[in-house]
């Protein structure tokens, strides 16, 4: 093996019941080098993951690794990891009830002589690991004190401080502000410059070529090419990725600003406020409008949305749904008024993983219809079909478990789930977030489509461009306030970057 390369997997080959996953796939990551791994969902970016970090077992292929004789297959996740491959998910896999520094020693705790944990000496490394990697952290407070960004950080600290030669970074950014992906991305170079071999798995397109050297396309699970970021500007990453030639996304949005103030309100709120978690504030919102919530990570978007759909109950203020003041006590509530609510943490609030998609997909109807009238199957099974089919999810059956599909896909049947119960008003909280660009395409052209046929909805996304493309008006937050509203001409990249970081034009 070639002595500046950190990892080759070559002929990788993966079947599920149904599914070629990986067909003949390579891969070669140097040292020092960060590659992107780039693909649609069920690209097989993750399956090929999981058959380098022993997760998926292979069917054929062989994978080396720098300073280890002949090929190897990893038995299991801490196999990997001994042989130097350490992964940080997307979704953070640490324990939450325990410290930061029982987090990142956990399984190799330092020990006193008699074989306990040197809680102290844990500590100190703790610290000083954070320190070397500039993250201002207290290592003795539960994990769950700190914000799912800080935690991210803190399972990359754990992975980095393994000595690890190829570290795999699994849509790292979806949760960080920019703030923090600047950081990240210190830390990546700081890593590449000490040799570590690093593969960043990403949907955003402009990170790619703010840190990556390298990227590595696939499609429907075999390999489109190894490029270096040079010679694959983001028009023909994008042709790799879907295997056409992209129309520019602008075209999605009917030209010109409509004017909603004549059209009757949906939702009016005065006043909702929730104790510590955001401030009082309004929001008029009308028949066939999209609004959007914008503001940095942690500023206040998801928790106004709850607020107004009861999932967090409003503690001050009224609500007027249709003109009629109404008392949300739950989301059952919420549901029964005609609401809907697609929450930005899919794992936890969203998807159940050990039903299947369809029963996945009816799970909000049936709640609404009450446990003693079960929906017949027949008619089960058309609605799975319809939203399948509607929605392009790919799934090798309506009776597929949820968990097997891919993280959009998984998307896509929660966002079937609201749909089949045919809302008046719902809310969208990061529904592109982790998925790939062309099914980002669907849903936002699905989103204006809903509007117009007469749906109001609240848009919730961290990407201002999409939030442009979608969105009629946008409501701007800041540390837990709703502090403007932007509209017209105001709506521009500027316009909303201004809005955030100086208080916002107000037209309300």
Request: aromatic fraction near 4%.
């Amino acid at each position: 093996m070639d002595s500046k390369i950190a990892l080759t997997m070559r002929g990788i080959c993966m079947t599920f019941p149904g599914v070629k996953a990986l067909d003949n796939v390579d891969f070669t990551l140097k040292k020092g080098e960060i590659r992107a791994l780039m693909g649609e969902n069920g690209a097989g970016k993750s399956t090929l993951i999981k058959c380098l970090t022993g997760v998926n077992k292979f069917e054929a292929g062989e994978i080396h690794v720098d300073g280890i004789e002949g090929s190897i297959v990893n038995k299991d996740t801490m196999d990997a990891q001994k042989k130097g491959i350490s992964t940080v998910y997307q979704e953070v896999n640490l324990c939450p009830n325990l410290s930061v520094a029982e987090n990142l020693y956990i399984g190799r705790e330092p020990l006193t002589k008699i074989g306990t944990v040197n809680r102290r000496k844990m500590n100190q490394m703790a610290a000083q690991l954070m320190k070397d990697l500039d993250l201002d952290i207290e290592v003795t407070k539960n994990l769950e004190e700190y914000s799912l960004a800080l935690q991210q950080m803190i399972a990359i600290a754990r992975a980095v401080d393994t000595k690890c030669k190829v570290l795999i970074l699994d849509e790292p950014t979806s949760s960080l502000d920019d703030n923090e992906v600047e950081k990240l991305f210190g830390m990546m170079k700081r890593l590449r410059n000490q040799g570590v071999g690093i593969i960043f798995v990403t949907h955003f397109l402009e990170q790619v070529y703010a840190v990556c050297d390298g990227i590595t396309v696939l499609r429907n699970g075999t390999l489109v090419g190894e490029y270096t970021v040079e010679e694959l500007p983001r028009v023909k990453l994008v042709a790799a990725m879907m295997g056409k030639d992209f129309d520019d996304l602008a075209s999605i949005k009917p030209e010109g600003s409509m004017d909603f103030s004549h059209a009757p309100l949906e939702i009016d709120a005065k006043g909702l406020s929730h104790a510590g978690k955001i401030k009082p504030f309004d929001l008029e919102i009308h028949k066939g409008e999209v609004v959007g919530l914008t503001g940095l990570l942690g500023s206040g978007r998801s928790e106004l949305a709850r607020a107004i759909y009861g999932a967090d109950r409003a503690q001050t203020g009224t609500l007027k749904v249709n003109g009629k003041e109404v008392k949300i006590k739950s989301p059952i509530d919420a549901m029964n008024l005609g609401m809907g609510l697609l929450p930005d943490d899919r794992k936890a609030e969203g998807i159940i993983g050990d039903l299947s998609v369809r029963e996945n997909i009816i799970l909000a109807m049936q709640a609404k219809a009450g446990i003693f009238k079960k929906i017949p199957m027949a008619k089960q099974i058309e609605l799975a079909d319809q939203y399948i089919e509607m929605l392009q999810i790919k799934t090798a059956s309506r009776e597929t478990l949820i968990k097997r599909l891919s993280g959009g896909n998984q998307q896509k049947v929660i966002l079937a789930r609201w749909l089949a119960t045919n809302p008046d008003f719902l809310v969208l909280d990061e529904p592109t977030r982790g998925i790939d660009i062309g099914t980002k395409t669907e849903i936002q052209k699905l989103v204006i489509k809903l509007a117009q046929e007469g749906k109001s909805l609240i848009f919730i996304s961290s990407e201002i461009e999409e939030m442009l493309r979608t969105c009629n008006r946008m409501a701007v937050l800041r540390d837990g306030a709703k502090v403007g509203e932007i509209s017209g001409d105001d709506m521009t990249q500027e316009g909303v970057m201004h809005a955030i970081a100086g208080g916002g034009a107000s037209h309300e």
